[in-house]
């Protein structure tokens, strides 16, 4: 069973940074993407970047592009989210995802709040 396990989240200021951090308990090669997803509250889960993890071929959602850069760092099993000019909206739980055909694992989320 895959585990991954996300760090970095907490308060912060509007117009502040984050950088979120995703460990998997596995070499990520054997997946296709890893990435991130979000959830604010009342709201579905939306995607938010993702990376190919041999090609480093990125995608972001519209609202976080130019702010968010993914990425990721094969040796050391890890993703990473660095989240810049932080605005209250962006504000959620962010879940990091292993996936792959047939195969979707999940973080428990590490939860981002953007207030002053």
């Known amino acids: 069973q895959v585990q991954l396990v996300e760090s970095g989240g907490g308060l912060v200021q509007p117009g502040g940074s984050l950088r979120l951090s995703c460990a998997a308990s596995?070499?990520?090669?054997?997946?296709?993407?890893m990435g991130w997803y979000r959830q604010a509250p009342g709201k579905q889960r939306e995607l938010v970047a993702t990376?190919?993890?041999?090609?480093?071929?990125?995608d972001y959602a519209d609202s976080v592009k130019g702010r968010f850069t993914i990425s990721r760092d094969n040796a050391k099993t890890t993703v990473y989210l660095q989240m810049n000019s932080l605005k209250p909206e962006d504000t959620g739980t962010y879940y990091c995802?292993?996936?792959?055909?047939?195969?979707?694992?999940w973080g428990k989320g590490t939860l981002v709040t953007v207030s002053s």
């Open positions: 995802n292993l996936a792959s055909a047939g195969m979707d694992y």
């Open positions: 596995t070499t990520i090669l054997n997946f296709y993407t």
């Open positions: 990376v190919t993890t041999k090609g480093g071929t990125t």
